[in-house]
């Protein structure tokens, strides 16, 4: 990295890969997040659950994923875009074929406020919701369903720092780590 940035490179995104030994986890301190956040009216359902009880489930999710996406870190560095509901849609029914019960979803009342799934999705939390402990809690619960399906280790990436933070808070180790340099030929 020193001989790109002496070069005039400058860093433009970085990516962490963590991996967490799922049967070694202490979740035993976090478990107040998700009873915290129960007593205030926010309960963590399944994927499975929400396509059984609310027929709007996928358009619920879709604008919560316009909702937490603008801010999340893009290594193109373009100018945020909403996606699409076909596009989030299929993305969405993928993730339903690979595990629909390991998909998280938090809810204040019936809005969708966050989701944490342990493969395509990752986790998300809507702005208006985020540092109460909402991301913890999905992590957690996501975590112990982990747990009972026997897995031996869950690994994630990420570039938002806060994710990152709470990622090793909740045990993960970093693996990998990838790093974009860039350079003005103007």
């Known amino acids: 990295l020193s001989f790109l940035i002496h070069r005039g490179f400058t860093e433009t995104h970085r990516m962490y890969g963590l991996r967490l030994a799922v049967q070694k986890a202490d979740l035993t301190p976090f478990w107040p997040f998700v009873q915290q956040l129960a007593a205030r009216g926010v309960v963590i359902t399944t994927l499975t659950a929400e396509r059984h009880q609310n027929p709007a489930y996928v358009r619920q999710l879709h604008e919560l994923q316009n909702a937490v996406a603008p801010d999340w870190p893009d290594p193109e560095r373009v100018p945020f875009t909403p996606v699409g509901f076909d596009d989030f849609a299929r993305r969405l029914e993928r993730e339903r074929q690979a595990c629909p019960d390991a998909l998280f979803i938090a809810k204040a009342g019936s809005t969708a406020i966050g989701y944490c799934g342990l493969s395509a999705l990752g986790t998300a939390v809507h702005p208006g919701y985020r540092r109460q402990g909402v991301a913890t809690a999905l992590k957690v619960t996501a975590i112990a369903d982990a747990?009972?399906?026997?897995?031996?280790?869950v690994f994630t990436c990420t570039a938002n720092p806060?994710?990152?933070a709470i990622n090793e808070k909740l045990g993960y180790q970093h693996e990998t780590v990838e790093v974009r340099l860039g350079k003005s030929i103007t």
């Open 147 to 153: 747990r009972q399906r026997g897995k031996a280790t």
């Open 162 to 164: 806060a994710m990152v």
